[in-house]
């Protein structure tokens, strides 16, 4: 765009247009300025601001050694306890350092359940162990709930908030819910045991990782193993996907029969079942769960 001269009229009139529907209305100045031409010799001429670490060495030393510096001294705390303004530091908390997962964890965990000649003894390898994460957030360690000599053994994910306060597995509404469908075939918990694939509560119930599942893995398999039910019935779909090695989802595989194969080779019919944390959500597919049941009750009539 071309300057419009002072000395034409159209010119200005055009320019003057052209600012008012830009919206400039007002002058600021009595005469335009040049912002092009501007040059700032004063900022080039400033000499650099002193480094930081000069400032603060003489601010030491001007305390040091004027009339201040005995109160500054005073205020300066007389203990390593202490912060800057007298306020005690919170107390260090012991943290143990939480384990990541990998494949060293899951070898150890293997040669740690392998080890195992009882369930006592799986069980202070367990609560002794700190290769899984999940250990650091949980309460407790929720081993087993049941008769270890018995004929059935139910399997299922996780601990949830209530299993983790109390340290035994299904105890909360779901657990109250497995208790009615166990007395439903004429069983209860003295005449069942009852495990999770992950015996720690994942934090916020959260769905624990693939590598944690992994490395919990080798626990209830041994678990099994020891107790060597005569039935196994897999809650939900992360036990039964977890000890039956299929990606089958729960209501493909509910009701039909699996097997479990034990490190040993012993051979234990599985039943793949629904969860009673989703029945409480999903009721209509008690009936469901009811079925499988039945099965299981026949089962076990045929094996004794």
């Known amino acids: ?86 306020i005690p530091d919170a107390p260090a908390r012991p943290m143990a350092a939480a384990a990541v997962p990998d494949e060293g964890q899951v070898l150890l965990a293997r040669q740690l359940a392998t080890s195992a000649s009882t369930l006592d003894e799986l069980h202070r390898h367990m609560a002794a162990f700190d290769g899984c994460n999940l250990k650091f957030t949980a309460k407790n360690l929720v081993f087993a709930d049941g008769n270890p000599n018995a004929d059935l053994m139910l399997v299922g994910e996780a601990p949830g908030r209530d299993e983790d306060l109390e340290g035994l597995p299904f105890v909360g509404r779901s657990g109250r819910l497995l208790d009615r469908m166990l007395a439903a075939i004429g069983l209860d918990r003295t005449s069942a045991y009852i495990a999770n694939v992950i015996p720690w509560r994942p934090p916020g119930n959260r769905t624990p990782t693939p590598h944690e599942t992994e490395i919990c893995r080798p626990f209830i398999e041994r678990q099994i193993e020891l107790v060597n039910p005569k039935v196994l019935v897999n809650l939900g779909g992360p036990s039964a996907k977890t000890l039956l090695n299929t990606t089958e989802g729960i209501l493909r595989l509910r009701g039909n029969w699996r097997v479990h194969t034990t490190a040993s080779g012993v051979a234990i019919p599985a039943m793949p079942t629904l969860h009673p944390a989703y029945l409480l959500r999903t009721p209509a597919h008690k009936k469901l769960a009811w079925r499988d049941f039945l099965e299981v009750k026949a089962k076990l009539r045929a094996i004794s």
């Open 1 to 86: 765009m071309t300057a419009a001269s002072p000395n034409t009229p159209i010119d200005i009139a055009e320019l003057l247009a052209f600012y008012a529907s830009a919206g400039v209305d007002e002058a600021l100045e009595d005469a335009p300025i040049n912002r092009f031409a501007e040059v700032r010799p004063k900022q080039a001429e400033r000499p650099p601001a002193p480094a930081a670490p000069v400032r603060e060495s003489r601010l030491q030393e001007r305390q040091s050694s004027g009339p201040d510096a005995n109160r500054t001294a005073e205020r300066q705390p007389s203990s390593p306890g202490l912060d800057a303004s007298g």
